[in-house]
């Protein structure tokens, strides 16, 4: 059903698995976790995002320099700086995303589909031109309209692109749409098929082997399913599942997954029920910049259910991750209004000290009031 010869598994452990609510990890954990995987046997390792903050640039220079079996991976945003960052860096392998559903091209990018297609190929061409090896992922493929998927598919292998990615962002698939969707889109293209899940409903790993049946060359895991609000398939269930049930024979250290769970465990000291599906404490937390952003304009950007519907509340974490229009919306809501330089200079800071991983109300306040002196003065309003 799956040929062994085609499985591959791409670690998103500190890439995504940083995105977890409430983690970030220091160098030498991410060098140890890097080290680990490699022992077990990944295919590829995503190293991060280095746009994201001085302290994840450093790190995939640092992770990049290791002497390693897997490939390693950059992750990027489709444009030229997120690119330049990953040729500077000299790492072999990058993944740029461009969200393509119309939501996203309505609201993330206020582009039309024409501009998206013009966007995505000058990226892909720009990277394989830098001369690197390039997965393209189609952000929140599973809400896309499949046409267009098919077109931003055969527009980035027309490009050059190594592999094409679909990726179901908001973790709205069950396991027979992926079925379908990945047999459409592997009939439509030459290039090998990734694939990435998040577990949204509970279905990640169901979702994601389907996928590989259906198949798909790759999947996206991370240690303990650590992610974006409720994560990825964990690496323990994909790779055992594989081997016990499906019978993928390869030199997966399985024996390792004890040792892997506990090190990512005590680096990210995040609860086990943290991210359980709906009822988990990150389950309707978003942490990244750009998810942050897009949420705070449109929730369904990355909701496929949204907190009221069980009687929660959606929370938007600042720390590193963060970006300007998420460090602006949390202050206006605090009615702290700072000019776009002092906003700026506030949010330096911030991914300065990438160990505090969640700002409060109080501790933002209490920055700024330690920054009056270089800062413009800050205008604070009394709540109407
Ligand atoms: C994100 C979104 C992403 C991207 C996946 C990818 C997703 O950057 O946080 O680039 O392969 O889930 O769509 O993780
Ligand atoms: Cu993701």
Redesign the pocket.
């Known amino acids: 059903m799956i040929s062994p010869k085609q499985i591959e598994i791409l670690d ?1 452990t500190l ?2 698995g940083e ?1 977890t609510p409430g983690v970030s990890f220091s160098l030498d954990q991410k060098v140890a976790i890097a080290k680990k995987l490699d022992s077990f046997g990944v295919d590829f390792i ?1 190293l991060g ?1 280095p746009a994201v903050s001085p302290d994840v640039y450093e790190a995939v220079e640092a992770l990049n320099s290791l002497n390693l079996n897997a490939s390693k991976v950059a ?1 990027g ?1 489709a444009k030229i700086s997120d690119i330049d960052d990953a040729v500077a860096i000299g790492v072999p392998w990058m ?3 461009f ?1 393509t559903s119309s939501l996203s091209l309505k609201h993330k990018f206020t582009v039309t589909k024409k501009e998206a297609l013009r966007r995505i190929e000058t990226a892909v061409k720009y990277g394989k031109d830098s001369g690197l090896k390039l ?1 393209f ?1 189609a ?3 599973s809400r896309t309209d499949i046409d267009f998927l098919i077109q931003v598919g055969q527009l980035v292998q027309n490009s050059g692109a190594d592999r094409f ?1 679909l ?4 973790g709205c698939l069950t396991p027979t749409k992926m079925k379908e969707l990945v047999i459409r889109i592997v009939s439509e293209l030459d290039i090998p098929l ?1 694939v ?1 899940c ?1 577990n949204d409903f509970g279905m990640a790993t169901a979702n994601a082997l389907s996928a590989l049946e259906a198949g798909a060359r790759c999947i ?1 895991v991370s240690v303990n399913g650590l ?2 609000r409720v994560g ?1 398939p964990p690496l323990a269930e994909i790779t055992t599942a594989l081997t016990k049930i499906y019978g993928v024979k390869r030199n997966w250290v399985l024996g390792m997954i004890p040792e892997l769970t506990e090190m990512v465990g005590v680096y990210s000291q995040l609860d086990s029920n943290a991210n359980k599906p709906i009822v988990g404490k990150n389950a309707f937390t978003h942490k ?1 910049g ?2 942050v952003k897009a949420v705070a304009k449109e929730p369904q950007s990355y909701e496929a259910i949204s907190p009221e519907t069980v009687h929660r509340k959606r929370h938007l974490e600042i720390g590193k991750f963060t970006g300007k229009t998420a460090l602006k919306n949390r202050l206006d809501k605090m009615n702290i209004f700072l000019s776009d330089q002092s906003l700026s200079m506030v949010l330096e800071r911030i991914k300065s000290k990438p160990n505090k991983v969640s700002w409060t109300d109080e501790s933002l306040l209490s920055l700024i009031n330690s920054m009056k002196s270089v800062i413009s003065t800050p205008i604070f309003k009394e709540k109407p």
């Open positions: 998103s890439r995504e995105q995503e995002h992750h945003c993944g740029i995303f969200g997965r992922t952000e929140d493929a990615s990726a179901d962002t908001v990734h990435h998040h996206d992610g974006e990825l990244a750009l998810h």
